[in-house]
Every structure is written in structure tokens, then in C-alpha cells.
């Protein structure tokens, strides 16, 4: 398995462009996880799923973000507008959750600059 | 609301000192603590978890819950541990974790 699969690993965009980023889980993982990267906040938390519905989006900055998971293999993080602030290292991450907790495995990441 | 705190961005030791990376912890129910590490160019990946009270290359964490703190540890640092590392609290049944902002810690030969 080649692991979690994120793409673009780089995006560069101007201000009020529409960004989307995309996830590929880890095949028979049932959860999936979207954090942001920053020096200032460190890993933040944005939203997550379990089997392809949202379980808690409260970290999700605000309306300009969203996510969608639309089959159990693929999600993805929209920002429509994005604003120099959204500048950040995106983290996707998918687990198997069976009532415990298990490791969460991390994608590379998507480095998005917003200018 | 859970929270993890880190104090240290940057921890410097020498090869061959020993090494702690702090973590303090707030939250009100039964804590489950990780810490997860990143090398240069490579994926975040876990370290160990504080159910398994295990030992992953030398290190080990002790959850002190009257200090509510998860404290990382090795007896002496190699340069290969040069890495930033993240403390986690997962809280919930469907996993919600919440990181610390992390500790970049540097050996120096």
C-alpha cells in the first residue's frame, strides 16, 4: 500500500482563487482526518470523518473551508475564497476505527501558499 | 475543552545527553496520550502510545496524571532523534485528537 496519497504537494495561488485539495485514505480505513500545519498553531484539527460522514467540523476556520467525502476513498478540502492566512502545510490522515483508538497513518501533505 | 501544551519550540542537546520533551495535558474525562514524530522530509508517524508502555528506540513516556503531564524521555540522545516531535490527547469515540505544537528537537554531534 503506498500509504495516504495527498495531491497537489504544492500549491501556489493569488488571493480569492478556489483551492482544492484531495485525499486518498488508505484502502479499508474508515476514518479520515483533515488538519493544517503552522508555525504559530502547530497541528490543528479541522474536521474528520467515519465512513464517509462528518463527525465534528468545529475546527474548520470558517465558511470559506469546506470538506467533502464523497466514497470511502476519497475526500477533499476546498477553500473558496483563500486568503494569504490559509498559508499552511494541509494534513490528510486515515485510521481504522473499530470502538478503540488506533494510529493515524499521515498523507505527505499539501503545501499551499496563498499570495 | 482539551488542550496540550508544549512550552518548547526548540530543545538542543548533545549527542549522548539525555533527552526530555515536555507535555502538559488539561482535560476533564480519562486521557489517551501519544507522541507522534516527524523526521526531515518524512510523513508524521507515531512514536508510542501511553497504554502500551512500551519503549520505541529508547524512549519512553510516563502519563503523570496528578501532574497531568506526558513528559518524553531518553536516557541519551543519538543524532538520528533529531526530528520534531508532538505530543496528542485523543478524547471521544470517534478519535478526535488534539496536538501540541510541537518540540523540535536538535542533537548536536
Known amino acids: 500500500d503506498a500509504g495516504v496519497i495527498q495531491s497537489p504537494r504544492h500549491e501556489v495561488t493569488e488571493m480569492g482563487q478556489e483551492v482544492t485539495l484531495r485525499c486518498k485514505p488508505i484502502s479499508g480505513h474508515n476514518s479520515l482526518f483533515w488538519y493544517r500545519q503552522t508555525m504559530m498553531r502547530g497541528l490543528e484539527l479541522l474536521i474528520y470523518?467515519?465512513?464517509?460522514?462528518?463527525?465534528?467540523d468545529s475546527g474548520m476556520p470558517e465558511d470559506r473551508f469546506s470538506a467533502k467525502m464523497p466514497n470511502a476513498s476519497f475526500s477533499t478540502l476546498k477553500i473558496q475564497p483563500s486568503e494569504p492566512r490559509d498559508s499552511a502545510v494541509y494534513f490528510c490522515?486515515?485510521?481504522?476505527?473499530?470502538?478503540?483508538?488506533?494510529?493515524?497513518?499521515f498523507g505527505p501533505g499539501t503545501r499551499l501558499t496563498v499570495t | 475543552a482539551q488542550r496540550v501544551t508544549q512550552p518548547e519550540k526548540l530543545l538542543s542537546v548533545f549527542k549522548g545527553a539525555p533527552v526530555e520533551l515536555k507535555c502538559n495535558y488539561s482535560y476533564s474525562g480519562s486521557p489517551e496520550l501519544f507522541w507522534y514524530v516527524q523526521y526531515s522530509r518524512q510523513r508524521l508517524q507515531l512514536l508510542l502510545r501511553h497504554i502500551s508502555r512500551e519503549s520505541i528506540k529508547g524512549f519512553t513516556a510516563d502519563l503523570n496524571k496528578g501532574e497531568t503531564s506526558f513528559h518524553l524521555k531518553k536516557p541519551f540522545a543519538q543524532e538520528e532523534d533529531s526530528a520534531m516531535y508532538y505530543c496528542?490527547?485523543?478524547?471521544?469515540?470517534?478519535?478526535?485528537?488534539?496536538f501540541g505544537t510541537g518540540t523540535k528537537l536538535q542533537v548536536i554531534p
Open positions: 490522515a486515515s485510521s481504522l476505527a473499530t470502538g478503540g483508538y488506533y494510529e493515524q497513518y
Open positions: 496528542a490527547l485523543v478524547s471521544g469515540g470517534y478519535q478526535k485528537v488534539t
Open positions: 470523518f467515519n465512513n464517509n460522514v462528518p463527525i465534528d
